[in-house]
Protein backbone atom coordinates (compact mmCIF):
# COMPACT_ATOMS: atom_id res chain seq x y z
CA UNK A 1 0.00 0.00 0.00
CA UNK A 2 1.45 3.25 -1.50
CA UNK A 3 2.20 5.75 2.32
CA UNK A 4 3.44 8.39 0.69
CA UNK A 5 5.32 10.05 -2.85
CA UNK A 6 7.20 12.64 -3.02
CA UNK A 7 9.02 14.55 -5.64
CA UNK A 8 11.39 17.31 -5.91
CA UNK A 9 13.51 19.02 -9.07
CA UNK A 10 16.13 21.77 -8.68
CA UNK A 11 18.51 24.09 -10.91
CA UNK A 12 21.96 22.24 -10.89
CA UNK A 13 24.31 25.53 -11.02
CA UNK A 14 21.62 26.71 -7.69
CA UNK A 15 24.59 24.18 -6.09
CA UNK A 16 27.71 25.81 -7.97
CA UNK A 17 29.41 28.18 -5.17
CA UNK A 18 28.01 26.82 -1.69
CA UNK A 19 29.76 27.75 1.26
CA UNK A 20 31.09 24.79 2.97
CA UNK A 21 29.13 25.22 5.70
CA UNK A 22 26.01 24.89 3.29
CA UNK A 23 27.33 21.76 1.87
CA UNK A 24 27.43 20.35 5.54
CA UNK A 25 24.00 20.98 6.57
CA UNK A 26 22.92 18.79 3.17
CA UNK A 27 25.10 16.44 2.59
CA UNK A 28 25.67 13.46 5.22
CA UNK A 29 29.60 12.96 6.29
CA UNK A 30 29.77 9.84 3.91
CA UNK A 31 28.41 12.13 1.16
CA UNK A 32 31.11 14.84 1.53
CA UNK A 33 33.00 12.40 1.23
CA UNK A 34 32.38 11.38 -2.38
CA UNK A 35 31.45 14.89 -2.67
CA UNK A 36 34.56 16.65 -2.51
CA UNK A 37 36.58 14.02 -4.71
CA UNK A 38 34.21 15.02 -8.08
CA UNK A 39 35.15 17.45 -10.22
CA UNK A 40 32.61 20.91 -10.63
CA UNK A 41 29.93 19.61 -13.00
CA UNK A 42 29.70 16.30 -11.37
CA UNK A 43 29.78 17.71 -8.18
CA UNK A 44 26.72 20.25 -8.47
CA UNK A 45 24.26 17.33 -9.71
CA UNK A 46 25.77 15.40 -6.91
CA UNK A 47 24.95 17.81 -4.56
CA UNK A 48 21.52 18.58 -6.46
CA UNK A 49 20.38 15.44 -6.27
CA UNK A 50 21.11 14.54 -3.09
CA UNK A 51 19.22 17.40 -2.37
CA UNK A 52 16.55 16.67 -4.38
CA UNK A 53 16.12 13.34 -2.92
CA UNK A 54 16.28 14.40 0.25
CA UNK A 55 13.48 17.01 -0.13
CA UNK A 56 11.61 14.30 -1.78
CA UNK A 57 11.72 12.18 1.52
CA UNK A 58 10.06 14.86 3.58
CA UNK A 59 7.44 15.99 0.53
CA UNK A 60 6.69 11.52 1.05
CA UNK A 61 6.47 11.58 4.36
CA UNK A 62 4.41 14.95 4.91
CA UNK A 63 6.12 16.65 7.51
CA UNK A 64 9.23 18.42 5.25
CA UNK A 65 12.13 18.16 7.37
CA UNK A 66 10.34 18.42 10.77
CA UNK A 67 12.47 16.24 13.04
CA UNK A 68 15.31 15.46 10.99
CA UNK A 69 17.82 17.79 8.84
CA UNK A 70 19.44 16.68 5.29
CA UNK A 71 22.76 15.96 6.43
CA UNK A 72 21.33 12.96 8.52
CA UNK A 73 19.97 10.86 5.68
CA UNK A 74 22.16 9.68 3.46
CA UNK A 75 21.87 8.46 -0.25
CA UNK A 76 23.95 5.95 -1.53
CA UNK A 77 24.05 3.73 -4.91
CA UNK A 78 23.90 0.06 -5.12
CA UNK A 79 26.73 -2.01 -7.66
CA UNK A 80 23.57 -1.89 -10.38
CA UNK A 81 23.76 2.21 -10.25
CA UNK A 82 20.55 2.50 -8.26
CA UNK A 83 20.26 5.23 -5.62
CA UNK A 84 18.72 4.30 -2.05
CA UNK A 85 18.77 5.68 1.20
CA UNK A 86 20.68 4.38 3.49
CA UNK A 87 18.76 2.56 6.24
CA UNK A 88 19.62 4.17 9.68
CA UNK A 89 18.04 4.66 12.98
CA UNK A 90 16.58 7.58 11.82
CA UNK A 91 15.08 6.51 8.71
CA UNK A 92 13.71 3.41 10.89
CA UNK A 93 11.91 5.76 12.98
CA UNK A 94 10.64 8.43 10.00
CA UNK A 95 9.66 5.16 8.16
CA UNK A 96 8.64 2.06 10.26
CA UNK A 97 7.88 -0.96 8.31
CA UNK A 98 8.12 1.23 4.78
CA UNK A 99 10.01 0.63 1.83
CA UNK A 100 11.41 3.56 0.43
CA UNK A 101 12.00 3.77 -3.52
CA UNK A 102 13.72 6.42 -4.89
CA UNK A 103 14.62 7.30 -8.54
CA UNK A 104 16.97 10.11 -9.25
CA UNK A 105 17.29 11.89 -12.56
CA UNK A 106 20.13 14.27 -14.18
CA UNK A 107 19.93 16.71 -17.11
CA UNK A 108 22.38 19.41 -18.17
CA UNK A 109 20.41 22.04 -16.15
CA UNK A 110 18.39 20.12 -13.28
CA UNK A 111 18.11 17.02 -11.60
CA UNK A 112 15.00 15.83 -10.07
CA UNK A 113 14.07 12.85 -7.55
CA UNK A 114 11.19 10.46 -6.75
CA UNK A 115 10.64 9.12 -3.25
CA UNK A 116 7.89 5.89 -3.36
CA UNK A 117 7.25 4.96 0.50
CA UNK A 118 5.01 1.45 0.42
CA UNK A 119 3.93 -0.14 3.93
CA UNK A 120 1.35 -2.61 5.12
CA UNK A 121 -1.83 -1.51 5.32
Known amino acids: M ?3 IGVDITCNSRY ?3 SE ?4 HILSPEELEEYKALRAQAACEYIASRFAA ?7 L ?6 FTAHQ ?3 KTDSAGCPYFARSILLDRL ?7 LSLSHEKEYS ?3 VVLDGKN
Open 2 to 4: IKG
Open 112 to 114: AAV
Open 54 to 60: KEALAKA
Open 16 to 18: SSL
Open 73 to 75: LTV
Open 62 to 67: GTGFSG
Open 21 to 24: NTVR
Open 95 to 101: CPDVNIF
